[in-house]
């Protein structure tokens, strides 16, 4: 079978991200042309409305409302609908059709991305997706292509924008949590229904992405653990900085000895390690893997120029196989490790304790933690900064309030539920005032 | 034709890398064969001597003292002997007997890559060489492939290990450069003769390879300008500190109005920069592409496992390839833009003065910057440190001396010669102390 001169391009969805695709399509078409070796030809983008207004890039005549109609007469399927449903079924469709497809729907990969994989498998076609995760940043391709021949151990993210940006504030400026969330908001880093961001759904859905692709094992959100930033308050962020961290937002995907684990959560992260610096709406993938070190992606995560990128150097990743006749490596090659148990995930934490300023409190509290099996490498009591209330404050039984900082060495989540609750029994205690994990070091 | 059930890797050179090629290829055989379709048999090992040490992973059957018969009967070819020759030799013999490359050979390729690449091009086989830019680290992968939908403006990097060493050293500890080289040549992060790594000539094979990925353009060693760090006196890394900014040496490549321009100098970069946090000996690439913005790529530059992670990822995308019967996107693919010539280079200075502490001076120096064209941005008088031997000395009018730090808006090279030379003529400057480039901001 001779190679094809042209392949038939088509868009589903005519979003920011969609007008900014077709943008570099036409406005690229020579450069990509001589890449693939041969004209991507874009037949049609299906939109839920033909006569809403467009950019002018976008020609109405390529325009329609019956989108499986259009993939059936596509070689490449770009889909940047988002959410589970039409495009779940489109898709399928369109690999059935024997399209090979590009798309940046994190939602329906973390629900049911292995589906797409094996279907494309099946039928010979490529799914790609480095856009569904960190936005322009190359990194799904770097862990399925350049650290093939690696193990990856753990994958540290940053992977929304919005709650870094939101953290970023909070350290930079002291701001409360709700002030950040308003200017995120303001300057269009946030909804104006932040949950999906703040409370770590969105994050949840790249976890799951990067799991099932760091560990080639299936991992969908319902299997990560989550806890979102709302928590977080201005205090939490300035002895954060007192003790030489910045809190940020995590995805963390393990292999560990009782499974895959994938969590998102906030953490302390130290003040010298390279996810530290990551700064704004910016995201960062930080990997670990047993022949390459240390290595981390750091880029834009979201906004249409960027995921336009990102898509479009898929689509000539998919051109070109199909150019030659075939696909990429398979994506449902599963080694199909079992997931860990929430319980069993293991980290540090610093805990923040206002206790009695009396003699005796520290190897107190010392003696409890060490009591229920969790190791301290360090208890310190800590001056209050002037700005702090508690300064002045007197406890519950008269004394004056000091503070602890404790830090434990790797224990079981499970473990440090029992030493926590054992701590806020003690009379000496007046209030834990945080537990946070401790990641990146 | 049917896809191949196996295919004959053949590798030459069996030093510290390569060992750990060979390891991977043995341990990960299973898992290898599983991604690529086919499984990878090692059919040889080129080495000078078949008698000298080897690893036990080594098969003493496999070492052969004659690289060209065993290239002959290979499919594919990694070549980790470094060098220009007998290495391009090898390569383009095994190009013409129709194997696929894989090299971490920079000297090679930034000497006389396009030849390689056109090659393969003619004979339908891939070249892929990501370990030969900053070891472990995805670089020309995401370049080549992720980004191939949009257009690169600029990318800096740091990517020699043993001079981000030497410096973070001199910041960090204050450390003179001899007292920071000796001690990277301790701890084995610097040659004995440390000259191609102080003196740039490693990082400008770097640029030469970067710049020609970047802009498909052919870009040799011969065209970078190149400056070593040798001058960097502890002196200028407590200045940078003291304006905001730490020195890196930095590899530049950027696509201006004059053509394509590649270079290597140390460079004073914004504390707040992502490449600022590049510690010890890693490095990193920073990209600026029109779609997706800041890009930042970070790892380990050197070392035999990361260079083999590497070196294996490539092995298994050529490997599939051919299973499918074809080659990557073409290489030598070229834009062709010119090379601009060095004197066009524009950036941003920041010159550091010693000038006589008396009324006038300030404004005597901003004319004569202003007269040749030369924008100023800021002129500080800067406070001496205590430490600083100058603070007490009297200059050679008697006046006591003072700093001047003046930073400057782009200005081209050429332009930039001019301004120092009539500072330097001026009565009032005692002392050009440092004149660095200012990048990443």
């Known amino acids: 079978m001779p190679a094809p001169s042209a392949l038939r391009v088509a868009l589903l969805g005519c979003g920011v991200v969609g007008t900014q695709v077709a943008r570099l399509l036409i406005e690229q078409a020579d450069d990509l042309a001589s890449r693939v070796g041969a004209r991507l030809d874009l037949v049609g983008i299906a939109v839920r409305d033909i006569t809403a207004p467009r950019d002018a890039i976008i020609d109405p005549a390529l325009l329609t409302e019956d989108a499986r109609a259009l993939v059936e007469r596509a070689d490449i399927v770009i889909e940047v609908i988002?959410?589970?449903?039409p495009a779940r079924t489109l898709l399928l469709h369109a690999i059935a059709s024997g399209a090979s497809v590009v798309t940046a729907n994190k939602a329906l990969l973390a629900e049911d991305g292995p589906t797409l994989y094996r279907a494309a498998d099946e039928a010979g076609v490529d799914v790609y997706y480095e856009a569904a995760v960190?936005?322009?940043?190359p990194i799904v391709r770097p862990i399925r292509e350049s650290l093939t021949g690696d193990r990856i151990q753990r994958v540290l993210g940053i992977v929304n924008g919005t709650t870094n940006y939101v953290l970023d504030q909070m350290t930079t400026h002291g701001l409360a949590f709700d002030e950040a969330v308003a200017q995120a908001q303001e300057l269009g880093y946030a909804e104006a229904d932040p949950t999906a961001d703040v409370e770590g759904f969105d994050a949840a859905a790249k976890a799951a992405i990067l799991a099932s692709l760091a560990f080639h094992t299936r991992v969908t959100i319902s299997d990560v653990q989550r806890e979102g930033i709302t928590k977080i308050t201005a205090d939490d962020v300035a002895w954060a900085k007192q003790t030489g961290h910045v809190i940020k937002l995590l995805a963390i995907c393990e292999a560990t000895e009782a499974g895959v684990s994938a969590r998102v959560h906030p953490a302390l992260v130290p003040l010298d390690h390279p996810l530290a610096g990551v700064r704004g709406a910016f995201n960062a993938v930080f990997i670990e893997a047993e022949a390459a070190g240390e290595l981390m992606f750091y880029g834009r995560g979201a906004g249409g120029a960027p995921t336009a990128s990102a898509v479009l150097g898929d689509v000539v990743s998919v051109a070109r196989h199909r150019v030659l006749g075939g696909k990429g490596p398979a994506e449902s090659h599963y080694a199909g490790l079992p997931i860990a148990a929430p319980a069993t995930s293991r980290t540090r934490y610093?805990?923040?304790?206002?206790?009695s300023d009396r003699p005796g409190v520290l190897a107190q509290v010392a003696q409890v933690v060490s009591a229920t099996g969790v190791s301290i490498e360090a208890v310190r009591q800590v001056a209050l900064p002037d700005q702090d209330s508690r300064a002045t404050s007197v406890g519950s039984d008269g004394s004056t309030v000091a503070l602890l900082v404790i830090t434990t060495h790797h224990a079981a989540e499970s473990a440090l539920a029992q030493t926590v609750a054992a701590i806020a029994d003690l009379d000496a205690v007046q209030?834990?005032?945080?537990?946070?994990?401790?990641?990146g070091s």
Chains 1, 2 share one sequence.
């Open 134 to 137: 960190a936005g322009a940043i």
């Open 82 to 85: 988002g959410g589970i449903e």
């Open 350 to 355: 610093q805990m923040r304790l206002a206790v």
């Open 431 to 439: 209030d834990v005032m945080s537990v946070l994990r401790v990641e």
